[in-house]
């Protein structure tokens, strides 16, 4: 997270994790008040009062503290649509009651309890009150207002789940929440004249065993944000490969809309696409689609407007077989077959993109970028591009030191505490300093720079870089990073140094893109934004 005067900035990396998940990140921008000097780029995972993988064992050793005034404690449970289920309010006191979880014995409790089960499936939130009477149900704030620690979960009916199962049609207005990670079987469809509304920071993830897939009949808003976080859509393999789900099909009277999404390893089944519009009206923007097995996204028919959009590491980026497409502003890159491929007449207005070169478009193009076909209008395209958090935030790296740790021409370092991840330290320090323009020095006495290693489940972040008037800070919060790999811990690290040299977010393929990924070495736009910034 990069933290400004004023300003957030926070890298999301929400873990919603089985035993055999590796951790995914996305990211969030998020404007707001801050009483620290500076910037500072957060690495959050999922955050200690939601509950992605539980045993009974866990659900019995308790959930909620209540810390009571030597009033009577209660839980209360509302569902996703913040009802109060009928008969579903939990007093430490009353063995009988029942309510959709097992709570058990905390700071507070009269006895013991391993209470419950009694809830429907489905989403719950479960708050902790004390107070000298039961308060008026449902209606009363008293609960919200003295909560001192609240739980969300979804219940399958006997076991908090890993994952909301998604498994048949979408046939009434829907909502999919945003703190919970979904799981596709199989291929559903969202039925004509019905909505799904997935909201920012909903993770949907597709069963490779099953070919899963989304057909769109009706309408589909999956509209994150930088405030709350991407929706992700993505397999459910730990070691994804392109075509690993059939993709997002929309078809004729289907409308789908996608902003701030990341849609990958896509493309199996009989579409062999990220998304395929066959008729309907499809519109993405703020977008990543990337390594898909064959198109990354696939117009037969009807009409596809993508601005701003990451399109990579696919076979066809962008394929027009029918229908109208536009793609602009977008960065379009190492797409092995094409970039932007037209097999119509009928002209794809793609201009102002960055083709992965300063040359353009290769094929059809002048240059040495994505290849283009005929029938591509590419001219004028981006010639460079590059991810300066300066450049992006003028106001508030008005002074340019509030935005780097970089004082003569060097970084000058101090080890505080880490102890688990100096490996990892020292080849991301490492990968830095062999570009050549900044030093990375070890000082002990005048740091520009401190490492902390801290672990805090409470903390909703793995690691943040912290500008202010110094030394700044990069914090490894090792209670998220102990649940990934080594070589995902070096590129986290090595990314937020990144930052403390004054680079953004850019896109795939990059250190500093916005999924912590396996990547440990520098990518094209990392390095050609580290050469723009220090010649």
Request: hydrophobic fraction near 30%; aromatic fraction near 12%.
């Amino acid at each position: 997270m990069i933290k400004f005067k004023g300003i957030n900035i926070f890298m999301i990396s929400k873990n919603y994790r089985s035993s055999r998940d590796v951790l995914k990140t996305f990211v969030v921008i998020f404007a707001g008040p801050t009483t620290l000097l500076g910037v500072s780029l957060i690495l959050f995972l999922l955050p200690t009062h939601v509950f992605a993988a539980m045993t009974a064992t866990d659900q019995m050793n308790g959930t909620v503290e209540i810390d009571s005034d030597g009033s009577s404690p209660f839980i209360v449970c509302y569902d996703a649509t913040y009802n109060i289920p009928d008969n579903n309010l939990h007093s430490s006191a009353q063995a009988s009651a029942s309510v959709p979880f097992l709570m058990a014995s905390g700071t507070g409790f009269q006895s013991p309890g391993n209470l419950i089960v009694n809830g429907v499936p489905g989403f719950y939130t479960c708050f902790g009150y004390y107070g000298v009477n039961m308060p008026p149900w449902p209606d009363t704030e008293l609960v919200w207002e003295n909560a001192d620690e609240w739980v969300e979960f979804y219940w399958d009916g006997s076991n908090v789940a890993n994952s909301v199962p998604l498994a048949s049609n979408i046939t009434t207005d829907t909502t999919l929440y945003q703190r919970f990670k979904y799981l596709v079987s199989g291929n559903i469809e969202i039925t004509s004249g019905d909505t799904l509304t997935i909201e920012p920071g909903a993770r949907i993830k597709f069963d490779d065993t099953t070919s899963s897939s989304l057909t769109v009949s009706g309408t589909l808003n999956a509209l994150g944000s930088e405030l709350l976080g991407k929706i992700r859509f993505s397999s459910s393999d730990t070691t994804p490969e392109e075509g690993d789900w059939g993709g997002i099909i929309v078809e004729s009277g289907g409308v789908a809309n996608f902003d701030h999404v990341s849609i990958s390893h896509a493309g199996g089944g009989t579409y062999d696409s990220g998304i395929y519009n066959n008729g309907g009206t499809v519109s993405v923007e703020n977008s990543h689609v990337i390594y898909s097995e064959h198109y990354g996204i696939k117009n037969s028919s009807g009409t596809t407007t993508i601005d701003n959009v990451d399109v990579g590491f696919n076979d066809y980026g962008v394929y027009k077989s029918g229908g109208t497409v536009t793609v602009n502003n977008g960065v379009i890159h190492d797409n092995t077959t094409s970039g932007v491929y037209n097999s119509t007449v009928s002209s794809v207005d793609a201009e102002d993109n960055y083709w992965g070169d300063a040359t353009g478009p290769s094929g059809s193009g002048p240059g040495s970028g994505d290849s283009v076909s005929t029938y591509v209008d590419y001219d004028p395209w981006t010639e460079e591009i590059h991810y300066i958090t300066n450049e992006i935030y003028p106001e508030e790296c008005e002074n340019f030191n509030e935005c780097t740790s970089v004082y003569d021409n060097q970084i000058e370092w101090k080890n505080v505490n880490i102890v688990s991840y100096t490996t990892e330290l020292s080849s991301a320090l490492s990968t830095w300093d062999a570009e050549g323009s900044i030093d990375m020095v070890e000082d002990n006495s005048t740091p520009t720079l401190e490492f902390y290693q801290l672990s805090d489940g409470d903390l909703p972040w793995a690691g943040q870089w912290v500008a202010q008037e110094s030394p700044d800070q990069v914090q490894l919060n090792s209670y998220y990073l102990s649940l990934i790999t080594s070589n995902e811990i070096q590129n986290a690290i090595t990314h937020e140094i990144g930052h403390s040299l004054g680079l953004f977010h850019s896109y795939s393929g990059n250190i500093m893109y916005f999924l912590i990924t396996p990547q440990t070495s520098l990518g094209t736009q990392d390095e050609e934004d580290y050469n723009y910034l220090w010649p």
